[in-house]
């Protein structure tokens, strides 16, 4: 099929009034400026549209925009833990059958959920509602780490923000990166953004500990970061057996021992990287790995950037 040309981005109630920006300022055409889009912003009934802050939008086209639209955008909405307007899904999937693509981002994946149009497929979201979506649709893959994922004429993106990568990959999967590049430069954005939406999570905070011999390990291994901290270790400080130590610590945080310590460490890592100049080398150290190497391959991993990426995205030093 030939690029998009025709956009059309359903608004539900209570619609996200970021998310309506972002289509907006990408595809319209007080937006990039750029030549070839068609674009509308639709919803159940045109009129008044109430928007997740509260500030209304008046829209005037109503689901028949979805019919001629080679590019079908759902948009999140504040009331996406109730059904959808049937009328919307039937829309979404006449869009798909005849060969429509269609996407969504943030919590507007729930629509296309409930349309059954990601039944087998990946999907992702904001990732604090990631675990909803897989329980409430357990035919869908949910990968809450991804930024966007491109399952061919259905493609699904992250949460706030993570709307322009959704839309700069499509414009760059069908028109070319010169245009992506365009827009991006427009916006005054990155074309393309390294790693998922891990790098993005605040490290889990274990709940409250009200032992008072796991709340001075605890705290004691936060000092001690820098030293090997097997379990042997503590469960001695926390005069235990390993056992007994491992069960009430999983009892007490809701992770292990092992778990908790590699959050510790990253978590720790980050603020070194956000907050000083210090080498990855001397940060390695201070948290406990044994070399910057090994800091690398566990922020990858689980960050899904190396750790000089994230400085340059997040650092708060002048």
């Known amino acids: 099929m030939p690029p998009f040309t025709t956009v059309a981005a359903y608004a539900p109630p209570g619609a996200g009034l970021l998310a309506a920006g972002i289509v907006a300022e990408t595809f319209g055409p007080h937006g990039t400026a750029l030549p070839g889009f068609d674009f509308a912003l639709c919803t159940d009934r045109p009129g008044p549209l109430a928007t997740d802050v509260g500030i209304p939008l008046t829209l005037t086209h109503g689901l028949d925009r979805l019919a001629r639209a080679d590019l079908v955008i759902a948009l999140p909405g504040a009331a996406f833990r109730t059904p959808p307007n049937p009328a919307v899904l039937d829309a979404l999937n006449t869009a798909h059958r005849r060969g429509a693509l269609i996407a969504a981002h943030c919590v507007g994946t729930f629509t296309l959920a409930a349309a059954g149009l990601l039944d087998?497929?990946?999907?992702?979201?904001?990732?604090?509602?990631?675990?909803?979506?897989a329980r409430r649709h357990p035919a869908v893959t949910v990968e809450p780490d991804a930024l966007y994922i491109d399952e061919g004429r259905i493609v699904t993106g992250a949460g706030a923000a993570a709307g322009f990568d959704l839309c700069l990959h499509l414009i760059r999967r069908e028109h070319g990166a010169a245009m992506a590049?365009?827009?991006?430069?427009?916006?005054?954005?990155?074309?393309?953004?390294?790693?998922?939406?891990?790098?993005?999570?605040?490290?889990?905070?274990?709940?409250?500990?009200?032992?008072?011999?796991?709340?001075?390990?605890?705290?004691?291994?936060?000092?001690?970061?820098?030293?090997?901290?097997p379990v042997t270790e503590l469960a001695r400080r926390a005069v235990m057996s390993k056992r007994s130590f491992a069960r009430r610590f999983t009892a007490a945080t809701g992770t292990t021992p092992h778990a908790w310590l590699r959050t510790l460490r990253l978590s720790s890592a980050e603020e070194l990287l956000e907050t000083t100049d210090l080498p990855v080398e001397e940060i390695a150290r201070r948290v406990g790995y044994g070399s910057a190497a090994v800091l690398r391959e566990q922020f990858v991993r689980r960050r899904g950037v190396p750790p000089r990426s994230y400085r340059r995205s997040f650092t708060t030093t002048p």
């Open 120 to 133: 087998g497929r990946r999907a992702t979201t904001h990732w604090r509602f990631a675990d909803l979506l």
């Open 181 to 229: 590049n365009a827009v991006a430069r427009d916006v005054v954005l990155p074309s393309h953004r390294d790693g998922g939406q891990a790098q993005y999570l605040a490290a889990p905070t274990p709940q409250d500990c009200h032992d008072e011999h796991l709340t001075d390990v605890l705290a004691w291994a936060r000092e001690n970061l820098h030293r090997p901290l």
